[in-house]
């Protein structure tokens, strides 16, 4: 059973504009979240983490958002830029060996 | 700041043959993890290795190893090989660890193909 859910497999929106890309998770145990960025043919970019004692953590146009109730995270870009289009994954060290799980992904395309 | 250094970029090896990738991680960084990608399975936890001792291991078989150097610097090894070995092996450090709330910092990888 997937513990990192990305229900949206694609995002499309328009330069300038915000992105919302969205992560759901099943253990209210986990207490750390990671979103990293990719490229096709490199490996992830790490962009921004929050722990659960916050709920939310900026870092210039990026920003996460958690909710512990709803178990809920969500990566807000603001402005979105044509070099944001990649594959976001959210991810937290919910593994059985305290290794990073991942979501599936979404494909952010940010058109001009 | 150099990032995460992963050689070779690219493999071809046949069946039964080892491989050694090696893996320079950020400056300071002390933990070394390693990741395998592919298509079907997404990404999959190898080992992490913390001041050259490894304190994870994911559920590999045993053809699968690695080391930490006292610099940081990291090898991974697949002893005979097999077709299933075709990836992309990835490497990451962190500062500290996942466990300590450092986030991982990923090199861009060895494409491992296996003929």
């Known amino acids: 059973d997937q513990q990192v859910k990305q229900n949206s497999p694609s995002l499309s929106v328009q330069e300038g504009r915000i992105s919302i890309l969205n992560c759901d998770y099943t253990n209210s145990m986990f207490d750390y979240f990671l979103w990293y960025k990719k490229y096709p043919a490199e490996g992830p970019t790490f962009l921004i983490s929050?722990?659960?004692?916050?709920d939310k953590n900026e870092d210039g146009r990026f920003t996460v958002f958690l909710n512990k109730s709803a178990k809920h995270l969500s990566l807000h870009i603001v402005p979105s830029q044509p070099g944001d289009s990649a594959v976001y994954f959210c991810?937290?060290?919910?593994?059985?060996?305290?290794?990073?799980?991942f979501g599936k992904g979404t494909k952010l395309s940010v058109k001009p | 700041k150099a990032g995460v250094t992963q050689t070779p970029r690219y493999l071809i090896k046949t069946r039964g043959q080892q491989v050694t990738l090696s893996c320079s991680p950020i400056?300071?960084?002390?933990?070394v993890s390693w990741y395998q990608q592919t298509p079907g399975q997404g990404l999959q936890f190898l080992f992490e290795?913390?001041?050259?001792?490894?304190?994870n291991k994911g559920n590999f078989p045993g053809r699968f190893s690695g080391r930490q150097f006292s610099n940081s610097r990291s090898e991974m090894n697949v002893s005979t090989l097999e077709l299933g070995d075709s990836a992309l092996y990835l490497c990451a450090s962190s500062l500290a660890g996942l466990a300590f709330n450092s986030p991982l910092h990923f090199g861009n990888g060895t494409r491992l193909t296996v003929t």
């Open positions: 929050i722990s659960s004692i916050k």
């Open positions: 290795y913390f001041s050259e001792t490894q304190r």
């Open positions: 400056s300071g960084h002390r933990s």
């Open positions: 991810a937290t060290p919910g593994g059985s060996q305290g290794n990073l799980i």
